[in-house]
């Protein structure tokens, strides 16, 4: 048997870059690269391995000898312990920058494409506060810090209401305030957890499937609706009633007060009843003058700021005169096909998820577009010879898939269409490069523009025009 590998330490190290994952990255002197998740470029430091692979080290910095100038005070007192804007110590216009610098990168090294135009990244206004939907864990087995190992301090209360540690499924951080969902958000969940500890209530144990208290969704909007979603592990009817009425009479700004008995072993809702105990069952969302109904299941851009300029671009980039049939793949609850409808000719929306073409269809509704038709199926068997024929042929696709991309049967049924212009929307520009790759010989890229919807994390959204190559 072979001797275990010891990890290695490297002193005075210069980080050099960001790249993907929000890793940063250095080099060894064996020339290996080396991703961390603690430093930032600029900074110099001494780096213990944690792993080694062929070409390249997984580390941390263990000690700092000079900090880098792109550095920023993190705002959050949980950064560096919750794992959710792993960016938050670094200023906002390096964020940009290296956000900018990956799309560019991917669209390069991956798909090994070129193009005219990089727009510069849309900046998000409000670099905090932004989402609009967050989902907190209870747990009776809270994640205690270092602090709190090295303090003489009370353990008794192990009770928590927050967030899951990184890769670690069964312990969750107790959160005091959150940076990313304005405020009645961080006042909720507070006066649930104050309540619940005050009345006993069980938090649940994940590993022993026991408790009372599971989740708590709150959804926000621009139009000033809140959603409160609690999620029981049982039934108990005194205790679940005290608790809601607590909660609707401390917080009438609520608009939709749900619950959900889930005693299954997972926490998804999608399979679940919710049920409404005071107010509406959904919320709504405005863009433009559309209304968007959206209920505890429903998909809707997490930053809806950000989901606006997002869907400007989108609806630049397709160029729409009136008289075109545009195809919106992978729609969703079809809000990018009724923001660009009036524009267009007819939208035909395609999405896998039965309830969200049932929502899309029911705010097309709402807001009086009869040039919109939403069809539910898989992609790559529903989008076929069969499908074109009776829809039409398309004049322009905008496909906005999830992170995975696109199936390659996709991507080869949308090169036997040969649309005028694409408008591929993605939230990973390394997916993105490599199926935008696959129709290189026959599209060329316009325009790129980066959109950011997720501040103080790596994320970034990016919008690409291809158009039809002219042949000879």
Known sequence: MSRKQKNQVFTHVEVIDAGAKGKSVAKSPDGRVIFLSNAIPGDVVDIQTLKKRSSYYEGKAINFHTYSAKRTKPECQHFGVCGGCKWQHMDYTFQLEYKQKEVENNLIRIGHLDWDETLPILSCESPYFYRNKMEFSFSDSRWLTVDEFQSDGDLVDRNALGFHIPGMWDKILDIKKCWLQADPSNAIRNAVKQFAVENNLEFFNTRQQTGFLRT??????????????????????????????????????????????????????????????????????????????????????????????????????????????????????????????????????????????????????????????????????????????????????????????MHKDVVQQILNIMPDRIVYVSCNSATQARDIALMNDFYKIEKVQPVDMFPQTHHVENVVLLTRRQTT
């Open 216 to 405: 708590l969704m709150i959804r926000t909007s621009s139009t000033g609706d809140v959603m409160v979603l609690i999620q029981f592990f049982k039934e108990d009817q005194n205790n679940r009633e005290k608790l809601l009425d607590f909660v609707h009479a401390q917080f009438p700004e609520i608009t939709s007060l749900l619950y959900v008995i889930n005693s299954k072993a997972n926490d998804t809702l999608y399979d679940q009843e919710i049920i409404c105990y005071k107010g509406q069952d959904h919320i709504f969302e405005e863009m433009e003058g559309l209304q968007f109904k959206i209920n505890a299941k429903s998909f809707y851009q997490t930053n809806s700021q950000q989901a606006y300029e997002l869907y400007k671009v989108t609806r630049d980039f397709a160029n729409l005169s009136g008289d075109e049939l545009v195809y919106d793949l992978y729609t969703g609850a079809g809000t990018i096909a009724q923001f660009v409808a009036k524009k267009a000719k007819k939208v035909i929306g395609v999405e896998a998820v039965p309830d969200a073409i049932e929502a899309a269809k029911a705010n097309a509704q709402l807001n009086g577009i009869s040039n919109v038709e939403f069809y539910v199926g898989d992609m790559k068997s529903v989008f076929n010879e069969s499908f074109i024929n009776h829809h039409g042929k398309p004049e322009v696709i905008i496909t906005d898939p999830p992170r995975d991309g």
